[in-house]
């Protein structure tokens, strides 16, 4: 009954057609759902279309993202060699590291500047950036600052025609700054865990995605090592199956 797809035809699929040029993204959901994979697996496919990309790493060190990319069969050097990725470090030096970093990520407006900068190297059109993740930002800085940072980066975005990427967990900030944030996007796709019989399983859904036609529904996805996330749809459709799936955020779109 199910068949394991190619993973952006089918995501696209989703909303009617790729994500929109100008416009920002938030990839939300429960911890060790994948978000990071989806956000990464993204930015590999725009670089596969010659579009610039830059990551924003608050979470781990880009050896690490490197690393990660390649397990799944992604070559980022290859693009950095070819001055179409660069990886802005706001990680390192929070564990000490000072060469090649940049030095104070949570002075949010000189982050900026340094974005900008990178921007321009890589000719500041349709650039996309990936920003994993928003949770040490609003750990480290004022809830207002993070909110005028994300808007600064995505006005950044926007005049070059490009696309933001940002990550979050479910739970991870108060509920009313996590539903600000989800206002200040033009499209959410969100991940979740649930628990059937004694597995876990993995679920997507885009619960908005401006300029696009939305299917608002669970699709169930696997991530697998060598190829990223692989969606897996029935034959007869997508089936919405218990109730611990639905969610009242879904009859809100």
Not at 8 to 20: I, Q, V
């Amino acid at each position: 009954m199910e068949n394991t797809t190619s993973p952006f035809r089918e995501f696209y699929a989703l909303f009617g057609g790729s994500l929109p040029d100008a416009s920002s993204i938030l990839i939300s959901g429960d911890p060790g759902s994948g978000k990071t994979t989806l956000a990464q697996q993204i930015l590999y496919d725009e670089l596969s279309r010659s579009k610039p990309c830059i990551i924003i790493t608050y979470d781990t060190f880009p050896s690490n993202i490197i690393e990660r990319m390649n397990e799944f069969g992604w070559d980022p050097k290859k693009y950095q060699l070819m001055n179409k990725l660069d990886i802005i470090d706001c990680y390192s030096s929070t564990a000490g590291i000072t060469e090649g970093v940049v030095p104070q990520p949570f002075d949010l407006t000189n982050v900026s500047i340094y974005l900008s900068t990178i921007m321009e190297k890589l000719g500041n059109q349709q650039i996309t950036i990936v920003l994993d993740s928003l949770i040490p930002i609003f750990s480290e800085t004022e809830s207002k600052h993070a909110i005028s940072f994300i808007q600064s980066i995505a006005g950044k975005v926007k005049k070059a025609g490009g696309k933001l990427i940002i990550t979050l967990s479910s739970g991870s900030v108060h509920p009313e700054l996590f539903h600000k944030v989800e206002s200040l996007v033009d499209g959410v796709v969100e991940l979740r865990m649930v628990e059937e019989g004694q597995m876990l399983r993995r679920y997507l859904l885009v619960r908005k995605m401006d300029r696009r036609h939305i299917t608002p529904r669970l699709v169930q996805f696997d991530i697998i090592g060598g190829r990223g996330i692989q969606l897996k749809l029935s034959r007869l459709g997508f089936l919405w199956r218990r109730g611990g799936i639905e969610h009242s955020s879904i009859a809100r779109n």
